[in-house]
């Protein structure tokens, strides 16, 4: 039996599981303050470990889910462009624009890259992959 169905067949105490839902109180979150509350919620569910009864496993599912929808609501990341992958590259590994000029052969050419006035071709975005030790998938 898969794990799945498992979790369907198990038989909740209903009274500890109300308490537990009387206790946390999970309800659709509409605000920061509720999220981060029923974060440290989750927070205590994880600190019990393998002690989790099949009653606190449930709250934890559901507070999860909740928290989870929130997130994906009001916590959508945009997609960098290569450009600005390319400057935070350059931020993290405390790089100036003169240290890449060897990557593009040319000074103006490198200060139009960095600045975004110049699309990385194929060929830089090898040569930057290789200097910079990542793939060069993130500058196309």
Do not use: W
């Amino acid at each position: 039996m898969n794990k799945d169905m498992e979790k369907i067949n198990i038989t909740l105490n209903k009274k500890e599981y109300t308490r537990l839902v009387a206790e946390t109180l999970p309800r659709v979150i509409h605000t920061e303050d509720e999220h981060k509350r029923l974060v440290k919620e989750v927070e205590k569910l994880i600190d019990l470990g393998e002690e989790l009864t099949d009653e606190q496993a449930e709250v934890f599912d559901l507070l999860v889910t909740l928290i989870e929808q929130y997130e994906d609501k009001h916590y959508q990341l945009k997609a960098a462009t290569p450009h600005e992958i390319l400057k935070e590259l350059m931020l993290a590994k405390e790089l100036k624009q003169k240290d890449l000029i060897k990557v593009f052969g040319y000074k103006g050419i490198t200060s139009e890259v960095i600045n975004g006035k110049r699309s990385i071709s194929k060929n830089q975005a090898k040569a930057l992959g290789e200097f910079l030790h990542v793939s060069p998938a993130l500058f196309l």
